[in-house]
């Protein structure tokens, strides 16, 4: 089943950016995902399983980084592109 999510990142620190942009490029660099980043979030769209197993794996790492973050989601049971 192919999937959509919607993810908006807020880490609670001046320097917001750097944690934003290495997530976005550890989730680029998982070759069945289709990634797309505007102004507001990022959309992540595959196969369930490889999405949410990448996901649990990009989020995991950012988390144990040390950078109190909020993570938005929004999941999507269709290829919304």
Known sequence: M???????????QEAYETPILEFIER??????????????S??????????TQALTREIKTSFEGGIPSVLV?????????
């Open 42 to 51: 990022t959309q992540v769209f595959g196969e369930f399983d490889t999405l």
């Open 2 to 12: 192919k999937i959509s999510v919607e993810i908006s990142m807020y880490p609670l």
């Open 27 to 40: 989730l680029r660099s998982h070759p069945d995902l289709v990634v797309r980043t505007n102004s507001m």
């Open 73 to 81: 989601m929004k999941w999507i049971n269709i290829d919304v592109r």
